[in-house]
């Protein structure tokens, strides 16, 4: 993990108090760095070395404050969702996550004791999900902080999940429930966001969770590896994913809104709102695994997801194609086409 900055080698270039570049290596990151090959970040390159047979899976999410985080959220929640994110993309291309590099932009009011909290989070997520940190930089990002996490994961060889491997027929399942997270987003940003829908102390506290610390289904992969055809996890939110993996696999895939899980939350406005319940649905930042499943292998899916204390649910079946060039997603609730008034997801630009 290295520095590069112009300005006395700190990463704010003003504040003589702070520790200076490889002096913050050295207390915050070093100690993180427990692979033999990241020689305690004092090189300016890591030797991994992946298990014999094993292919690695390399995936990179940025995340910025105030567009996929809110900066005054506790430095050790944005720490381990800029991990997780990361690691719900390995999980559903059936890798297990072992190591992750880290790129960080401070901003110019950072401090010791924000980073400090920030090298705790990310501490306890590697404990947690038994992966360490191997490398990165660091650099000044001016008013806004800014995180990249590139996380490395091993399979089998040969054994990765794509999103194009989905046949007609596959039934289409996902984990976990959906909508909750982008319902706290909407929380967070106006408290009365809600208030006609009436949801109890509980319910508020589960969607804001839900939003602030995603809990990314690194248990699952090796199940999804074994049964699924196809694969990826839900970010974007459920019709927009749906679609990245219909068009991947050249399927139509046609989901049961009266099938998808949802918390009791969620289902609370859905009943109150529905356009509002739909563009929850939408939102994205949910973490959940979407995946196309053989039928043949349904029953072993949804038994060995049950092993790992995975939930997992049927929401519908894939089918040819009318256009073979590109796939579709039909959402319907008892025979009612909703496709027109779901919200396509979130867009990054």
Request: some cysteine; proline content about 5%.
């Given at each position: 993990?290295?520095?590069?900055?112009?300005?006395?080698?700190?990463?704010?270039?003003?504040?003589?108090?702070?520790?200076?570049?490889?002096?913050?290596?050295?207390?915050?990151?070093?100690?993180?760095?427990?692979?033999?090959?990241?020689?305690?970040?004092?090189?300016?390159?890591?030797?991994?070395?992946?298990?014999?047979?094993?292919?690695?899976?390399?995936?990179?999410?940025?995340?910025?404050?105030?567009?996929h985080?809110?900066?005054?959220?506790?430095?050790?929640?944005?720490?381990?969702?800029?991990?997780?994110?990361?690691?719900?993309?390995?999980a559903?291309?059936?890798?297990?996550?072992?190591?992750?590099?880290?790129?960080?932009?401070?901003?110019?009011?950072?401090?010791?004791?924000?980073?400090?909290r920030?090298?705790?989070?990310?501490?306890?997520?590697?404990?947690a999900?038994?992966?360490?940190?191997?490398?990165?930089?660091?650099?000044?990002?001016?008013?806004?902080?800014?995180?990249?996490?590139?996380?490395?994961?091993?399979?089998?060889?040969?054994?990765?999940?794509?999103?194009?491997?989905?046949?007609?027929?596959?039934?289409?399942?996902?984990?976990?429930?959906?909508?909750?997270?982008?319902?706290?987003?909407?929380?967070?940003?106006?408290?009365?966001?809600?208030?006609?829908?009436?949801?109890?102390?509980?319910?508020?506290?589960?969607?804001?969770?839900?939003?602030?610390?995603?809990?990314?289904?690194?248990?699952l992969?090796?199940?999804?590896?074994?049964?699924?055809?196809?694969?990826?996890?839900?970010?974007d939110?459920?019709?927009?994913?749906?679609?990245?993996?219909?068009?991947?696999?050249?399927?139509?895939?046609?989901?049961?809104?009266?099938?998808?899980?949802?918390?009791?939350?969620l289902?609370?406005?859905?009943?109150?709102?529905?356009?509002?319940?739909?563009?929850?649905?939408?939102?994205?930042?949910?973490?959940?695994?979407?995946?196309l499943?053989?039928?043949?292998?349904?029953?072993?899916?949804?038994?060995?997801?049950?092993?790992?204390?995975?939930?997992?649910?049927?929401?519908?079946?894939?089918?040819?194609?009318?256009?073979?060039?590109?796939?579709?997603?039909?959402?319907?609730?008892?025979?009612?086409?909703?496709?027109?008034?779901?919200?396509?997801?979130?867009?990054?630009?």
């Open positions: 993990m290295t520095g590069r900055d112009d300005r006395n080698g700190r990463p704010d270039g003003q504040d003589s108090q702070r520790p200076g570049e490889f002096d913050l290596i050295r207390a915050y990151f070093a100690p993180l760095a427990r692979d033999p090959g990241s020689l305690g970040l004092t090189d300016d390159a890591t030797v991994y070395h992946p298990g014999e047979g094993c292919e690695l899976v390399l995936t990179k999410d940025m995340l910025s404050a105030n567009v985080f809110f900066a005054d959220d506790p430095p050790e929640a944005i720490a381990s969702k800029a991990l997780r994110v990361n690691l719900s993309d390995l559903a291309k059936g890798a297990v996550p072992r190591a992750y590099l880290l790129g960080l932009g401070l901003p110019d009011d950072w401090t010791a004791v924000w980073l400090e920030f090298a705790c989070g990310l501490n306890g997520d590697q404990a999900f038994d992966v360490t940190l191997v490398g990165g930089d660091t650099i000044r990002a001016g008013d806004r902080l800014q995180i990249s996490i590139t996380a490395i994961g091993e399979l089998p060889e040969g054994t990765a999940v794509r999103r194009s491997g989905g046949s007609a027929g596959d039934l289409l399942y996902v984990t976990g429930t959906l909508g909750d997270a982008a319902a706290g987003l909407r929380e967070r940003l106006d408290a009365r966001a809600f208030d006609h829908v009436g949801l109890e102390a509980d319910e508020l506290r589960h969607i804001l969770h839900r939003y602030l610390l995603p809990q990314p289904r690194v248990a992969a090796p199940v999804v590896r074994a049964h699924a055809s196809a694969a990826m996890d839900v970010s939110g459920l019709m927009a994913d749906a679609g990245h993996l219909a068009r991947a696999s050249k399927v139509d895939l046609h989901i049961d809104l009266d099938r998808v899980p949802l918390s009791p939350a289902r609370r406005i859905l009943a109150a709102e529905r356009r509002l319940g739909l563009a929850c649905l939408g939102g994205g930042d949910d973490y959940e695994i979407l995946c499943v053989p039928v043949d292998k349904a029953a072993a899916f949804e038994a060995e997801a049950a092993l790992q204390r995975c939930p997992v649910t049927c929401i519908g079946t894939a089918s040819a194609s009318m256009d073979k060039s590109q796939g579709r997603v039909i959402l319907q609730q008892a025979g009612v086409d909703l496709t027109d008034v779901s919200p396509d997801g979130f867009r990054h630009f």
